[in-house]
């Protein structure tokens, strides 16, 4: 399946978007979502945050300061992006790739978060940095799962370690504008690294053992 990364807009359908939520931090993080469409961190305000919700910044000011927006959205999108990075279980991969621009944008997001958030953590607030980092280890937790049911025991940390690592690359390529790698190619490549850790450390048919 080939991606078409470019799309400006998310849509509705986005898994990265929660519209019906009328909670103020979900708010907040869908508008993040939705300018991180057609601006990059630099142009990423209060603010604009405020301009998307239709009201002014002193109105958002008034309830969360810029430092605490930035911890709610890392915090909250964190939530959604753990919860898409869960694979089917008949797709054989420990973690999911993005295959629609929508999912395209929400791995640019995560990756412009990151940024946000070392940045906050270079300035005196790790707040920010925490969330991602707490987002990550849940993230590895699901993927030892992921991977103990594909290679039928439970993974070396280094072994998830660097599926993670291959995932992140494999996504970061798939969303980049103009890359060649497709979702599928992306997908061969990644089943193919998990089926060398059953050869080499798992026994066909050997019972999972308990994580």
Do not use: K, N
Not at 100 to 115: I, K
Not at 118 to 127: E, Q, T, V
């Amino acid at each position: 399946m080939t991606t078409s990364p470019d799309a400006r807009i998310p849509s509705p359908r986005s898994p990265f978007l929660i519209p019906d939520s009328a909670h103020p931090f979900d708010i907040y993080t869908d508008a993040v979502v939705h300018l991180l469409a057609d601006r990059g961190i630099d142009r990423l305000s209060v603010r604009a945050i405020a301009r998307w919700m239709g009201v002014t910044p002193a109105a958002v000011l008034q309830r969360h300061s810029q430092a605490q927006i930035r911890e709610i959205v890392v915090a909250r999108f964190g939530w959604r992006w753990v919860e898409w990075s869960c694979p089917r279980r008949d797709s054989g991969l420990p973690a999911r790739l993005p295959t629609s621009a929508d999912e395209c944008h929400g791995v640019r997001v995560w990756q412009a978060l990151g940024e946000i958030s070392r940045g906050a953590a270079l300035a005196g607030h790790p707040a920010p940095q925490s969330r991602l980092e707490q987002a990550r280890r849940d993230e590895a937790e699901a993927v030892a799962v992921s991977l103990t049911r594909l290679i039928r025991r439970r993974p070396d940390p280094r072994e998830t370690a660097g599926v993670l690592a291959l995932v992140s690359g494999l996504r970061a390529e798939i969303a980049a504008a103009g890359s060649v790698v497709t979702s599928d190619v992306a997908a061969g490549i990644l089943r193919d690294h998990v089926e060398r850790l059953r050869q080499d450390g798992g026994v066909p048919g050997q019972p999972v053992r308990s994580a």
